[in-house]
T-cell receptor, first 111, second 115 residues
Framework: KQEVTQIPAALSVPEGENLVLNCSFT??????LQWFRQDPGKGLTSLLL?????REQTSGRLNASLDKSSGRSTLYIAASQPGDSATYLC??????????FGKGITLSVRP | GAVVSQHPSWVICKSGTSVKIECRSL??????MFWYRQFPKQSLMLMAT?????????EQGVEKDKFLINHASLTLSTLTVTSAHPEDSSFYIC???????????FGQGTRLTVV
């Protein structure tokens, strides 16, 4: 059974800092990995999708990497802003097409 | 990215009544839709997976007679909470994807409060 871990559960950084959010998983037999953002009381916004055959994806200030052999993914946020404050979740799609989520990292960027 | 519209965004209903939540993929055909429930400050809990034209597959512990899911077309899935009780109060979110290799998109969520 796939297990997805995101540590730490919460993170507070000053504005402008570059930061890395980590995600680890136990089963490397995946179709893809997605990073999502969730604002309080809202649905999920897809940030980046990395296919199983890919190593990384970039969108603006965000860069996500995938290393299946070590069971890890990272989301890099450059020059963080207060508007980046949210909960970030990683999720993997397995052979059953279901998404398995981590518990998320709640990020607070201080002005 | 693609748009998944979920309606209503919030609903308050009396105990014993039924509530229907709609999930629409606006600009793509969703072969598979998922329904999740989220408790405060917790991650999403998958309730069921629905494929267009077939019966939904429910996760262990989810009552299929209480949470009725219909996926009648490639752009619409509905979740009906039947005979709702206060313990059903929660945040429900749907997700849709075209196929396994494509991005999953989520609706805005529905806050259900049963009084």
């Amino acid at each position: 059974k796939q297990e997805v871990t995101q540590i730490p559960a919460a993170l507070s950084v000053p504005e402008g800092e570059n930061l890395v959010l980590n995600c680890s998983f136990t089963d490397s037999a995946i179709y893809n990995l997605q990073w999502f953002r969730q604002d309080p009381g809202k649905g999920l916004t897809s940030l980046l999708l990395i296919q199983s055959s890919q190593r990384e994806q970039t969108s603006g200030r965000l860069n996500a990497s995938l290393d299946k052999s070590s069971g890890r993914s990272t989301l890099y946020i450059a020059a963080s802003q207060p508007g980046d404050s949210a909960t970030y979740l990683c999720a993997l799609t397995g052979a059953n097409s279901k998404l398995t989520f981590g518990k998320g990292i709640t990020l607070s960027v201080r002005p | 990215g693609a748009v998944v519209s979920q309606h209503p965004s919030w609903v308050i209903c009396k105990s014993g009544t039924s509530v229907k939540i709609e999930c629409r993929s606006l600009d793509f055909q969703a072969t598979t839709m998922f329904w999740y429930r989220q408790f405060p400050k917790q991650s999403l809990m998958l309730m069921a997976t629905s494929n267009e034209g077939s019966k939904a597959t429910y996760e262990q512990g989810v009552e299929k007679d209480k949470f009725l899911i219909n996926h009648a077309s490639l752009t619409l899935s509905t979740l009906t909470v039947t005979s709702a009780h206060p313990e059903d109060s929660s945040f429900y979110i749907c997700s849709a994807r075209q196929d396994t290799n494509t991005e999953a998109f989520f609706g805005q969520g529905t806050r259900l409060t049963v009084v």
